[in-house]
């Protein structure tokens, strides 16, 4: 069975830094592409990263670029989030996902096709504050 | 960057009602548009993907529809079990998704 398993949260100062994880298994990682997205309390899913399968690309949210990177290690089949200069407003619950389907392009090319996200983690919980 | 706007925010309805919810993206996203099922204190669900594919095991009286800018989710006969928020994501690499529809008992 797929499951996907955040670590690496708590509570931390603005300014500060936090290193999440996602341990992978149940199935290739390293043939699929990946996503963290995260949940303030009370509200909406916003998307914060993307990284392709290889991990050559990566995209982010404009509210994290800058202060967040994001990385995998195919070998190891986990995938990492590291958040630097941390804000209140990155208080939120972080969930690891799962692109459905692997790609054999890379987004770049016009053979490219989208899939949505098939398999989330159970979160990791930021909580940032003085 | 592209944004998704969901609406309404909050739909009141009973067992049986047939309801529908929109979803709107600030610039043409073809259809690469998806829609998710969250209930508290869970992940969300994966519904449809492609404006109208249903995911294998998604009852068929959720549907969907559109392509460009403007896509909508319709459940035919509301049952118990679908009270929740629902979530659309444009996905393309960046990702983006609305605000999210709740669909509470009214």
């Known amino acids: 069975d797929v499951q996907l398993d955040e670590s690496g949260g708590g509570l931390v100062q603005p300014g500060g830094s936090l290193r999440l994880s996602c341990a992978a298994s149940g199935f290739t990682f390293s043939r699929y592409e990946m996503n963290w997205v995260r949940q303030a309390p009370g509200k909406g899913l916003e998307w914060v990263s993307y990284i392709s399968s290889s991990g050559s690309r990566v995209y982010y949210a404009d509210s994290v670029r800058g202060r967040f990177t994001i990385s995998r290690d195919n070998a190891d089949n986990s995938l990492y989030l590291q958040m630097d200069s941390l804000r209140v407003e990155d208080t939120a619950l972080y969930f690891c996902?799962?692109?459905?389907?692997?790609?054999?392009?890379?987004?770049?090319?016009?053979?490219?096709?989208?899939?949505?996200?098939?398999?989330w983690g159970q979160g990791s919980l930021v909580y940032v504050s003085s | 960057d592209i944004q998704m706007t969901q609406s309404p925010s909050t739909l009141s309805a009973s067992v049986g009602d047939r309801v529908t919810m929109t979803c709107r993206a600030s610039?043409?996203?073809?259809?690469?548009l998806a829609w998710y099922q969250q209930k508290p204190g869970k992940g969300p669900k994966l519904l449809m993907y492609e404006a109208s594919k249903l995911i294998s095991g998604v009852p068929s009286r959720f549907s969907g529809s559109g392509s460009g800018t403007e896509f909508t989710l319709t459940i035919k006969s509301l049952q118990a079990d679908d009270f929740a928020t629902y979530y659309c994501?444009?996905?393309?690499?960046?990702?983006?998704f609305g605000g999210g529809t709740k669909v509470e008992i009214k």
């Open positions: 610039q043409n996203i073809r259809g690469w």
């Open positions: 996902a799962r692109v459905s389907s692997p790609n054999s392009y890379d987004i770049s090319t016009t053979y490219y096709v989208p899939y949505p996200f098939d398999f």
């Open positions: 994501q444009y996905y393309k690499g960046y990702s983006a």
